[in-house]
């Protein structure tokens, strides 16, 4: 038992779960599903389903944070990505085929891995600091998503294209197997292949790793590719939901709720070691406690002070003095290369 | 000038503890005003240590420290600033970005009216630098200065703040001749000023021309206090690297004999920067070549340069009779040529990864992401490693820094060896390792050469040296200056050689 | 003596005058390339609309962005220690419906102004505190005040509130005009918020600890300079700009909105970094944080001018973002070279 509790994930996933116990509590219909013509409803499901663009988000971001970056820029290539599908079938002559909905879907892809390569090729290559590489596509990215559809809302009627967010295969909502799918995918990647020993290595020690051998550029450079094309996809599933590409809604934030599910779910902000499960439990805490606070009554513009409190308590409690102080002096003194009183450098990003 | 009576700073019975470990061991160290007084010892000796006890950045364990004869405490570097130490590190902690004035006088400026008077701190700036002779121009911000300018203003602003004591952290490393005696002749001027200056360099020349007195250190132990002018070259050299005494089995040796056959590896002028220069080095299979120096001779540079660690400013490398210069660790290793780190937590072991990742990464990093070692595999090479290493505890999945110090070497030379590598360089591989360790350590390379390996044996422990190597390198000052059978040396002799300034040509006479 | 001093040259000449400006004032640089690309848009603009430079249109580009050099001059501060505030937009915003609030529920407006500037103060010490005190890193720390300030913002209310008091009313719709050139007293606000962080950052220890911990918190501190203190300052100088720019900003359109200032942080950063701030910290000057202001507010004038969609503002300001800041990236890399 001890060892289970000693299990990373072991915190996360009790969250999670008392998340759910407590609001079942009062509300006993949080976790009823029923069925109707095939196809499963419930909060639970709601939950599964609206989780997917941040967690196809989050997954990139973990990769990423994974080799001590930060991709700050995922908002913007989701907007980008909606916009882009969203003008390519409105354009068309014909919104409803699956060709042109193919097409749109495609598109928004190659622009969404294009402008993560981007994002790589300043970090790996040119060598800027992730976050601000990555600020200036967050910048420029939402600009170019409004340039993209003039500027108004695209209300677009495509059946196909809604599908992607609204439908439902096999009882299940589509938006979650896609989820679910490029969990498997990334986690299949990272760990069947040595792409993920291998980032981890470069995360904790690049020095080290170079030393060994290690490409770090390539492991760099995609890391940031795969987040913006995980990016994409979330942004034609975002798109997709509420049939328009309001550039500026799009994706609010999410970087941020993305970096708080990565944190949550265990992954340290200092790259390294990095869990994908925990991602995984990080980003359904957060849509349950989204949904908690929804029926709390409360507006869903106020959610963010909840989330910041979130976030604060969570750093706080990974702050190295927050364990200084649990485990009293005598631990500050046993490290090697400890000067009494220097805090640590800013903004090592 | 006379030596004062009593010493301006005087630790007695001093001990530094990191975790279980002494960094210093019942220290006795004393600092003379109007002196100038070297602190001397090899890699680990405890220098660093010693003088973050004086300095205040690190506690005492026990013994007592006094400044003119009261005894105190420091618990920070500030309380030790406001006793009037002052330190000069080698990377200059000062503020690139801000003026020459702002350096020496901000936390003490001039005030009008609230606000800062710039004119006054200008011209106080002036009267400081002046002081030590310097004309430099205050408003000019100090990064457009060189770093021998920069360190001169640090100077510039320990003495604004009345010290007493001036700690100069191998202030020469990166000046030129010029710049070198610039420094000493403002580091005479403080002395006749009654200031008590502490000079840690490796670089002998200087150390001789410059100090009054010398303190050795070995191992975290106090060797012995000197005057530079009553001190043979020969015997301080003998102080810092000394005679361990650990128990030896038969030395084990690939070869007796160096077989002259073709080189495998050449190296024709390697430089790099001003670390090694002009070196010329020939590898041999089934050899073993050690390379003996002092610190800052050169020999992690060489090492470094030859297997593409570091950057190369001119030199050619041949590699089994063809062109293959290696530019990267990369592609050293493709050309079969690795290397292991000195600095073995840093730049050799990745902590957290498990032991058996830290063994297959290299071999993982040369087939690519996308070309994974099957997991069975991985296992059996790494437990067949650990097996052959004799690595405890001989768990794979433990975190790599869990591991003491010799079974991380260990790690490292499995990960280093599972390349099946030609040619080897070992950057200390057996420092701040147990004695039972090293010598398993020095049995691999003996095994590893008779497999046919060519093996580059850095130490700084002469015995380890001539017991473990075929042929000896000896560096000094960045130079190769002599390469050696090792069956010609004794460890004397090899002192003498690694002891002995460039101006002598016979290595068996003792400098005056 | 030897070749380490300043060269002892003939003053008067020009090339020692230049290099002895060089060794001082290097770090201008940045901030004279601002300069030029503002004077190069502005005659550009003329050239090509023919009635850009009127004085009108350019008292106007003060007026516009008055709130913008408000949220720069704090940003500067932050910047300059090598942190950043994401935070500021929200803020913004936040002290901006507060403040509303207040007024519309009859209080007076000496204690609602200065409400404002304590709520922004207060969101500055959260994050700086969380910055020093638990080590986490500024862009995080400032991401949690975004979060809270625009969710508070939501909480004081959710639609936008108009403001009818005549004090703050009068701050926008006064102008002092000479010629054809006009100013209000929002401008003025501004324009003494500049010159008072100008004062602070050149003539006082605080200021000068502010450029110190940018060029090596380290250094700074073994100086005895009180880095912990003013790492959480300028924080706090940032939440207080925060709600002077919520003021300014409530003034300019008469209502409290909490949609207000989304995305504006980053127009803040990028004006900071445009006006030559290193965004690594330690150099930049509060002026060239004004010009960079003008810069951004001169662009979107021409796109408004041209007819063209707005958002290109938003593209513009990114691609001359990203170009300042590989510039940056090579020069330092140029002087880490150099340096060792």
Redesign the interface.
Known sequence: MKKLARHRLFWPIVALLTLIVVNTIVRPSFISITVKDGQLYGVLIDILRTSAPLMLVALGMTIVIATRG?DLSVGAIMAVSGAVALTIIDASGDPESIATVFVAVIAALCVSLVLGAWNGFLVSV????P???T?????????????IT??FITTVNSAPYSFIATGYLLFLPVAFLIWVAATAVVSLIER????G??T??VG??P?????????AR??IFGAYVTSGLLAGIAGVLYSSNIRAAD??ASG??IE?YA?LAVVLGGTS?MG??FTIAGTVVGVLIIQTLDKTILFLGV?P?????????V??VV??MQ????HRWIRGAASS??R?DS??????????? | MEPAARPLLELTGATVR??SENAIDDVDFRLFPGEVHSLMGENGAGKSTLIKAITG?L?LATGVLRLDGEQMRF????DAQRAGISTVYQEIDLLPNVSVAENILLGQEPRRGGAIDWRRMRARAREVLAELGLQIDPASLLGTHSLAVQQLVAIARAISTDVRVLVLDEPTSSLDLDEVAELFRVVRELKLQGVAILFVSHFLDQVYELCDRVTVLRDGRFVGEYLTKELLRIDLVQAMLGRSATALTAPTKATDAVEKGTPYLTARGVTAGSGIADADVDLFESDVLGVAGLLGSGRSELARAISG?DRRDSGVIRIAGRDGTPHS??SA?SLGVV?S?ENRR????????SVL?NIT??L??????????PAARRRELAASWVDALDIRPPDLDRPAGTLSGGNQQKVLLA?LLALSPRVLLLDEPTRGIDVGAKVEIQNLVGEMAANGLSVVFISAELEEVLRVATRVAVLREGRVVSILSSDDLTVDSLMALVAQPDELDEPDVPDE | MTSLQTPVRETGTLGARYGTFMNRRASLMPTFAAIAILIILLIGAQLRFGNFLTPGNLSALLLDNAYLIVLAVGMTFVIL????DLSVGSVMAFTGILGASLLSQGIPVYIAIPAMLLGGALIGL?IGV????????????S??????A???A??VS?ASIKVEDPAVLWLQRTRISFGGWYITPTVIIALVTVAVAVFVLHWTRFGRTVYA?GGG??SA?LMGLN??RTKVAVYVISGVCGGLAGLLLTAYSGAGY?RNG??TE?DA??AVVIGGTL?T?GTGYVLGSLVGVLVYGTIKKIISFMGA???????I???L??LF??VQ?VIV?RSIRRRT
Do not use: C
């Open positions: 930060i040119v060598g800027i600091q976050i601000i590489a600020l200036v596509l967050m910048l420029a990215g939402r600009g170019v998503a409004l340039l003039d500027g069947r292949t040595a792409l020993v291998l981890e290595a904790i020690n020095e080290a790793s170079r030393l060994a051998g290690v490409r390539g492991i550039a500026n609010q934030f941020l970096i902000l390294g070691k507006p513009a106020q959610s963010p002070v909840f989330f910041a409190i976030v604060i750093v706080i702050s190295p003095r927050l003194r046993s090697r000067d009494t009183t220097i805090t640590k450098e800013v903004a090592s990003r | 990191f975790g950045a506690p618990s920070s570097p500030h660690i660790p990369r290793m290397y780190s840093t730049e050799g072991i990745i902590s957290h990864l990742d990464l290299a993982q990093a040369d087939r690519g992401a996308f070309r994974r070692i990960r | 220690t090598g942190g950043i959260l969380l910055v020093q005190y638990f080590n986490v890193q500024p862009f995080i720390a991401l949690a005040g975004l979060f809270l625009r969710g508070l939501f909480v959710l911990i918190e380290q501190h880095v912990a909490p989304i995305g980053l950063i990028a965004l910290g969609e707005q958002s290109w503002t938003q593209i300001i990114g691609i973002l990203l800041i590989v990236r890399a």
